[in-house]
């Protein structure tokens, strides 16, 4: 990081490799690196949760804080994978068993506005009073856990530009309007122009409502999140701040998802180079040797990713000799769904309950295609996993899906530029066709190696985006500076 570098205050409640239960975690530790050489110093601001706090080494007192909203608190600092972290301890908070927002049962923590409240509230402070002499000049705002932080921004007399980043409208950070006092938010922005909603204290509509600029994750996703089917009740407040909105794609890690390099599968930097991983993972999954592709799923089971909807389109597949496997966890009814199409295809279809980072890379490594068909999709990076490692992605037509693969139609075959399937989402029978499309472009070996090709040559990392966030926070700083 250079020392010229200028700061950034970012508030998240997951960063990867750090915490991580999906993909801002994976943005939130990619930002920084991508950042460090386009002039910003982002310093990134957790939850001291036990398993965060576990991890850390040598953490310092990074300053003294009054106890936040009742809760006794200490910043501390320390650097993890290369990132500067600013942890808020909070033992009363997030000294727990289970994930960031769930119980060990799967219900949401009771407490979970009043964890994040006191997050944010923390982030208020140190842009009021800095760190130090360190003191953010643009404050970065995560999904709904760092909402609120405009709001105490605002109280605090903190007059610093904050972007919020849209990872996934689906979740709003929803508490009752009796809370207003016990988060000590102003009684007077609970309006429809503020942070109520349908009598609720929204602090995804606080975050939307009060910061200076919106990205969200990908350019299709933003133009959705203005329509009714996909703002999620939000729209409204979307298309009235449409100036201030734009899609920015994310990035993956290219190098820890390197196949040249990566050392846990065989590696490879052509697709005739996967033949040992896919053994391998045929093996893993107690599958047989099969004429068909191989596919694979790595994901969260929920109602957003289509998988119930795989569970009908399956047999598109696997009537023509091909194969799935299976990683993935969350939505007991989908878990038990999936073992059983498992126990009821033995040798085609291999299913893992649970959560495996070493196994999801092993499969993408060996498989011929990934599929996701999710109902919606704000970015999603599996897809891009997938074309890294050759996996042809099979994917829904939305949000960040439509704008990463190149669709085999009979133009993008004819010059040679497709890179995967894409279909209607929320469509059972369009995803079956996308699966028949897959076996029949499968049997064509060399149209299918040349797809495998142009996949692994599409770019996928930060560089078309890192300047984009650089810009936007100059921009953002320079009006800031101009308005003083
Ligand atoms: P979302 O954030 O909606 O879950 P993304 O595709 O943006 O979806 O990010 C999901 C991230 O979590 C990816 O890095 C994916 O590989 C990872 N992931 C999801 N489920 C699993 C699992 N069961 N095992 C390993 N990694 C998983």
């Given at each position: 990081?250079?020392?010229a570098?200028?700061p950034?205050?970012?508030?998240?409640?997951e960063?990867?490799?750090?915490?991580?239960?999906?993909?801002?975690a994976?943005?939130?530790?990619?930002l920084?690196a991508?950042?460090?050489?386009?002039?910003?110093?982002?310093?990134?601001?957790?939850?001291?949760?036990r398993?965060?706090m576990?991890?850390?080494?040598?953490?310092?007192?990074?300053?003294?804080?009054?106890?936040?909203?009742?809760?006794?608190?200490?910043?501390l600092?320390?650097?993890?994978?290369?990132?500067?972290?600013?942890?808020?301890?909070?033992?009363a908070?997030?000294?727990?068993?289970?994930?960031?927002?769930?119980?060990?049962?799967?219900?949401?923590?009771?407490?979970?506005?009043?964890?994040?409240?006191?997050?944010?509230?923390?982030?208020?402070?140190?842009?009021?009073?800095?760190?130090?002499?360190?003191?953010p000049?643009?404050?970065?705002l995560?999904?709904?856990?760092a909402?609120?932080?405009?709001?105490y921004?605002?109280?605090?007399?903190?007059?610093?530009?904050?972007?919020?980043?849209i990872?996934?409208i689906?979740?709003?950070?929803?508490?009752g309007?009796?809370?207003?006092k016990?988060?000590?938010?102003?009684a007077?922005?609970f309006?429809?122009d503020?942070?109520?909603?349908?009598?609720?204290?929204?602090?995804l509509?606080?975050?939307?409502?009060?910061?200076?600029?919106?990205?969200?994750?990908s350019?299709t996703?933003?133009?959705?999140l203005?329509?009714?089917?996909f703002?999620?009740?939000?729209?409204g407040v979307?298309?009235?701040?449409?100036?201030?909105?734009?899609?920015?794609?994310?990035?993956?890690?290219?190098?820890?998802?390197?196949p040249t390099?990566d050392?846990?599968?065989?590696?490879?930097?052509?697709?005739?180079?996967?033949?040992?991983?896919?053994?391998?993972?045929?093996?893993?999954?107690?599958l047989?040797?099969?004429?068909?592709?191989?596919?694979?799923?790595v994901?969260?089971l929920?109602?957003?990713?289509?998988?119930?909807l795989?569970l009908?389109?399956?047999?598109a597949?696997?009537?023509r000799?091909?194969?799935?496997?299976?990683?993935?966890?969350?939505?007991?009814?989908?878990?038990?769904?999936?073992?059983?199409?498992?126990?009821?295809?033995?040798?085609?279809?291999?299913v893992?309950?649970?959560?495996?980072?070493?196994?999801?890379?092993?499969?993408?490594?060996?498989?011929?295609?990934?599929?996701?068909?999710?109902?919606?999709?704000?970015?999603g990076?599996?897809?891009?996993?997938?074309?890294?490692?050759?996996?042809v992605?099979?994917?829904?037509?939305?949000?960040?899906?439509?704008?990463?693969?190149?669709?085999?139609?009979?133009?993008?075959?004819?010059?040679?530029?497709?890179?995967?399937?894409?279909?209607?989402?929320?469509d059972?029978?369009?995803?079956?066709q996308?699966l028949s499309?897959?076996?029949?472009?499968?049997?064509?070996?060399?149209?299918?190696?040349?797809?495998?090709?142009n996949?692994?040559?599409?770019?996928?990392?930060?560089?078309?985006?890192?300047p984009r966030?650089?810009a936007?926070?100059?921009?953002?700083?320079?009006?800031?500076?101009?308005?003083?």
């Amino acid at each position: 990081m250079s020392a010229a570098a200028r700061p950034v205050l970012a508030v998240a409640s997951e960063c990867a490799p750090l915490v991580k239960t999906g993909g801002l975690a994976d943005v939130v530790g990619a930002l920084p690196a991508a950042l460090a050489s386009r002039g910003w110093a982002i310093r990134t601001l957790l939850p001291g949760y036990r398993g965060v706090m576990k991890a850390l080494k040598r953490p310092r007192v990074a300053a003294e804080l009054p106890d936040l909203l009742g809760t006794p608190v200490r910043l501390l600092a320390a650097t993890a994978g290369g990132m500067d972290l600013l942890i808020l301890d909070a033992p009363a908070l997030y000294d727990r068993d289970g994930s960031p927002y769930l119980d060990a049962q799967g219900n949401d923590w009771p407490d979970n506005d009043l964890r994040f409240a006191v997050l944010n509230l923390a982030a208020a402070l140190i842009a009021a009073d800095g760190i130090k002499g360190w003191r953010p000049e643009v404050v970065h705002l995560h999904d709904w856990q760092a909402g609120l932080t405009p709001l105490y921004m605002a109280s605090a007399g903190a007059a610093q530009p904050c972007v919020m980043t849209i990872h996934n409208i689906a979740f709003h950070g929803l508490t009752g309007a009796e809370r207003l006092k016990a988060l000590g938010l102003p009684a007077e922005g609970f309006t429809l122009d503020g942070f109520e909603y349908y009598g609720h204290i929204s602090a995804l509509k606080a975050g939307l409502t009060g910061a200076q600029a919106i990205t969200t994750v990908s350019p299709t996703y933003a133009q959705e999140l203005a329509t009714e089917d996909f703002g999620m009740g939000l729209d409204g407040v979307i298309r009235a701040r449409a100036h201030d909105l734009t899609g920015i794609l994310n990035g993956i890690d290219t190098d820890a998802w390197d196949p040249t390099r990566d050392p846990v599968i065989r590696r490879f930097s052509a697709p005739g180079g996967k033949a040992a991983n896919k053994r391998a993972l045929r093996a893993e999954f107690g599958l047989a040797p099969a004429e068909g592709p191989l596919c694979v799923v790595v994901s969260r089971l929920s109602d957003q990713k289509g998988l119930d909807l795989l569970l009908t389109a399956l047999p598109a597949l696997t009537e023509r000799g091909g194969q799935l496997a299976l990683l993935g966890s969350g939505d007991r009814r989908l878990e038990n769904a999936w073992l059983n199409v498992a126990a009821a295809n033995p040798g085609h279809v291999g299913v893992r309950i649970g959560y495996d980072e070493g196994l999801s890379h092993r499969m993408f490594a060996g498989a011929d295609a990934v599929l996701v068909p999710s109902r919606f999709e704000p970015c999603g990076l599996t897809q891009m996993y997938g074309l890294r490692y050759g996996a042809v992605p099979v994917v829904a037509r939305t949000g960040g899906l439509a704008d990463t693969v190149i669709h085999a139609n009979a133009a993008a075959l004819a010059v040679g530029c497709a890179t995967g399937i894409t279909h209607r989402p929320n469509d059972p029978r369009a995803l079956a066709q996308a699966l028949s499309q897959l076996a029949a472009l499968w049997s064509d070996r060399r149209a299918y190696r040349r797809m495998q090709r142009n996949a692994m040559k599409h770019p996928v990392g930060w560089e078309a985006s890192a300047p984009r966030y650089a810009a936007l926070y100059d921009r953002l700083a320079r009006e800031r500076m101009e308005t003083r």
